[in-house]
RNA sequence: GCCCCCAUCGUCCAGCGGCCUAGGACUCCGCCCUUUCAAGGCGGCAACGGGGAUUCGAAUUCCCCUGGGGGCACCA
């Protein structure tokens, strides 16, 4: 099964790994995560990272969630070798256009006395896995209420609808060395004899699965815990078919911060909504990344290419993780100020322009500019960054509790209006000498810094908190500080 | 009910028989810096779930218990 054009010159197979999520939901985040190890592991040992479209479920699958998927992986930086819109050496990465491939296989099987159809009734099944677990038994069907292989011929041939279902052999035990969970076994016992083509003839999850891991030539399996009592339905399949298994990974599941199943009620799970919520996607994966595993050292916020270079499945965590956003809140932040002032202007000036509702000029734009390493230092999240420049760009609001606080101080009115004065002649417009200005005018009225400078930062920027005082009226201009203080000056009369 | 997996600070990780009076990061709390808010610096609180066993020695190995998670579909 596996071509030459797998080995690598050292005789080694090369890696091939797969992310086939199904487009029955956005991408969550612990899609994204698995997506993520996929890819690092397929970079950090020259391997393929592959992108296949689980789309069996017709009924469930839609376009939304399949564009979700794509562009959701596009922001994360996930980009893939092999797979859907990109192609690859197989005719097409999606199992809903791959139907005939599995009912051959289906075919095969059933052939080989491997599979049978089966016509029981969902309502036997029903009653004989009530009837088992009551029992104290695992509720797997065995295939005894199917009839003889000739009289299931006869009854398809008479063009009778059943099932194919997979003839677990029993008694038996499946054992496999999962890379993070060592020696895994499964009793027979506990394995249905389960669907592999529905009544409909499309195949089931876990025979289109399990082929396309053998067509594609998949090395390593690395997929969610949740798959791991499936993965002896799997190596049962690729055996049957006379291929060779994989080695299978087994991720433990994000968890909530309750420790329950990550849902909707904990918030967020689309990995979209983080960049709606302003999370850059580098700090996303960092994030993502080390929930479940670590570099070994005290490193926490690592690049990307240094993660390809240390990522080592064999040390990733067996506990399940929290995924818990307060982390990724403050690593988002050291990542918006490491980013450069142009990045970061580039970033965050659409978000501007949408919340003044208008476009933003060329002076508008430099003014951004001259103040953003000031705002990168204050915003956990891009989202945060309007409300910040707001004050340089539109008409003020005071914020109530912010002029009560510092407008009815003594001193207040004394400072603002002196401010006013002072500043309309300042000479050559700069950082230096507004503060130059400020300061002398402190010692002038003797007014310590608090007092002084915070009725001004309320009159110009509406609030008491906003970014550095001397930088921002720097930014905002002569006559529109002017102005504002004039403004304020009236209000406080 | 049956099977499987897991178990170190509130959270994410380090620890792989002695280096552990258990380390780092986030959060929280002090202090410093300071024109606000941040950022930054310094310091602090905080954990090996319980019980056996092995061993000279156990967070590290084994067993049991407890707790958490996953699975048992013509969903994936």
């Known amino acids: 099964m596996k071509s030459d054009s797998q080995m690598k010159s050292d005789g080694q197979m090369s890696v091939r790994v797969r992310f086939a999520p199904s487009p029955t939901g956005f991408l969550h985040v612990g899609g994204g995560r698995t997506g993520l190890y996929n890819y690092l592991f397929a970079r950090g040992n020259d391997g393929t990272f592959i992108l296949r479209s689980d789309d069996t479920d017709a009924a469930r699958s839609t376009d939304e969630f399949r564009v979700d998927i794509l562009e959701s992986l596009r922001w994360l930086g996930l980009d893939w070798d092999e797979g859907i819109e990109v192609g690859g050496p197989i005719e097409t990465y999606r199992q809903s256009e791959r139907l005939s491939r599995y009912q051959d296989v289906v075919a095969g099987l059933v052939a080989d006395g491997k599979a049978y159809y089966s016509f029981a009734t969902p309502e036997q099944l029903d009653q ?16 005894r209420f199917e009839p003889t292989a000739e009289e299931a011929a006869a009854r398809i041939a008479a063009g009778e609808s059943a099932t194919v279902r997979f003839a677990v052999p029993r008694p038996g035990q499946t054992t496999f060395d999962d890379v993070v969970r060592d020696t895994v076994t499964f009793d027979h016992v506990q394995v249905d004899d389960f669907v592999i083509l529905r009544s409909n003839g499309t195949p089931t999850y876990h025979l289109a699965s399990t082929v396309d891991d053998v067509d594609f030539g998949i090395t390593h399996v690395i997929r969610g815990e949740d798959l791991l009592s499936s993965t002896p339905k799997h190596i049962l399949l690729t055996e049957a078919m006379g291929a060779e298994r994989a080695t299978y990974v087994h991720l433990s599941l994000l968890m909530g911060p309750d420790g329950k199943k990550l849902s909707k009620r904990h918030g967020h799970t689309a990995i979209k909504a983080y960049r709606d919520e302003g999370y850059l996607a580098d700090a996303m994966v960092n994030y993502l990344a080390l929930l479940g595993w670590s570099p070994g050292d005290d490193n926490t916020v690592i690049s990307l290419a240094d993660m ?9 965590s067996k506990n399940p993780a929290i995924f818990d956003t307060g982390k990724l809140q403050w690593m988002n932040g050291v ?17 501007v322009e949408g919340d003044l509702g208008r476009g933003l000029d060329d002076a508008e734009l430099a003014t951004l500019a001259e103040i953003a390493p000031l705002v990168q230092e204050r915003a956990k999240l891009l989202t945060e960054a309007p409300a910040q420049v707001r004050f340089l760009f539109g008409d003020i609001e005071y914020d109530e509790t912010s002029w009560d606080k510092t407008m009815t101080k003594d001193g207040a009115a004394e400072a603002v209006a002196g401010a006013a004065e002072r500043l309309a002649v300042v000479e050559t417009w700069s950082v230096e000498a507004v503060e130059e200005t400020l300061r002398t005018m402190l010692v002038d009225l003797e007014l310590s810094a608090r007092k002084g400078l915070q009725p001004l930062r309320v009159a110009i920027s509406g609030s008491s908190v906003s970014p ?8 905002l201009g002569r006559d529109r500080t002017v102005a504002r203080l004039n403004t304020a000056k009236v209000k406080m009369a």
Not at 308 to 316: G, H, K
Not at 335 to 351: G, T
Not at 468 to 475: K, M, R, Y
């Open 128 to 143: 004989f896995r009530k009837e088992t677990m009551a029992a104290g038994q695992a509720p797997s069907y065995d295939g």
């Open 308 to 316: 390809i270079e240390r990522f080592d499945l064999s040390t990733v």
């Open 335 to 351: 990542y918006i100020r490491e980013m450069s002032a142009d990045a970061f202007v580039a970033a965050v000036r659409p978000l």
């Open 468 to 475: 550095p005082l001397f930088e921002s009226i720097t930014a």
